[in-house]
């Protein structure tokens, strides 16, 4: 199947894409794949509709992307996995125990509180996450919200003066999954002491190596900065973040319908859930494949072949 046949309709002046064209049903051709990669790469964040996709052709059309994470440090750390694969993620609101939707007062909701938050996938491991693959099972009803949204981090860096960019070029930060638990349910977390808990390693300014563009790592996974005082990290990160959350490197996608699916890029793209009144009262299965960062910046500074990935219950 040839370029040609993808059609490919912008849904922002600088990223994100709506395609068509794709039969899903059909295996997915390396040439095919090949096309919608070069998609990818070039908006951030792409999304399908209606795609059909089952769980096992999900999990298949993603290890073209790349070596998949799954969920078992989330089973180690006591977590119940509802979903048949291990390479699937569950990033709904289901009670796993029940089949029903969770009640707001779950551990499990209240630690996913913190996707409220601008992040990057799995940046707090030691490995990183590359592409995200999403696909809706379940959607509450229109109007209720549960849309995702996306932050342009490629653009982001590039708007920014050259002499902050010379400032945070040879910056790295410190990303923990409890910090941004923390940060999203303070009182809740309040006796939790984020650092003596693992951190990752990843510089502050890329190379996203597909498209050779400078992108700004920046999630809010990331505790603190080296390389600079404490004060600093903090002014810096907040500088930072103000930029980056700026409306024009937004993008809202919605979800239309079962099987959507939204593929994104992390080391390219921020995301984060927008919520809505859907939560509590209305079921929205939602499963993931995590595609292993597959780029020579993978494990950032913790150590080429670094192999430990962090759980939470």
């Known amino acids: 199947m040839a370029i040609q046949s993808l059609q490919v309709t912008p849904l922002h002046p600088t990223f994100g894409a709506e395609v068509a ?3 899903f049903t059909q295996p997915i051709s390396p040439e095919l794949y090949a096309e919608i990669r070069k998609v990818v790469d070039k908006y951030g964040v792409v999304v399908f509709r209606n795609t059909q996709l089952t ?11 790349g070596d998949l994470d799954d969920v078992t440090p989330y089973q180690q750390a006591g977590r119940i996995h509802r979903l048949k694969y291990k390479e699937l993620f569950d990033a709904g609101n289901i009670d796993p125990k029940t089949g029903d939707v969770a009640a707001m007062t779950d551990a499990t909701v209240i630690g996913n509180k913190g996707n409220a938050l601008f992040h990057v996938d799995s940046s707090f491991n030691a490995r990183r996450a590359g592409h995200s693959l999403l696909v809706a099972h379940v959607l509450p009803p229109p109007g209720t919200g549960g849309a995702t949204e996306y932050g342009d981090s490629r653009t982001a860096y590039d708007d920014l003066p050259q002499d902050l960019k010379d400032r945070i070029e040879p910056l790295v930060g410190n990303h923990s999954l409890f910090h941004s638990r923390k940060t999203a349910m303070p009182e809740y977390f309040k006796d939790l002491d984020v650092e003596s808990l693992p951190m990752s390693k ?48 937004r993008l809202t996608i919605p979800w239309e319908q079962p099987t959507d699916m939204i593929i994104w890029d992390n080391t390219c793209v921020l995301h984060r859930a927008t919520g809505g009144s859907y939560e509590g009262k209305f079921p929205r299965d939602m499963r993931r494949t995590t595609v292993k960062d597959m780029s020579s910046t993978r494990y950032g500074l913790n150590g080429e072949g670094a192999d430990w990935r962090v759980g939470m219950p």
Do not use: M
């Open 21 to 23: 064209g794709v039969d």
């Open 55 to 65: 769980d096992e052709a999900h999990i298949e059309f993603s290890r073209y992307f």
């Open 202 to 249: 990843h510089k502050l300014v890329q190379t996203h190596e597909a498209s050779g563009r400078k992108n700004l790592y920046i999630a809010s996974y990331i505790h603190h900065l080296d390389g600079v005082s404490r004060e600093e990290s903090d002014e810096l990160l907040a500088q930072l973040r103000e930029h980056i959350h700026k409306p024009k490197y």
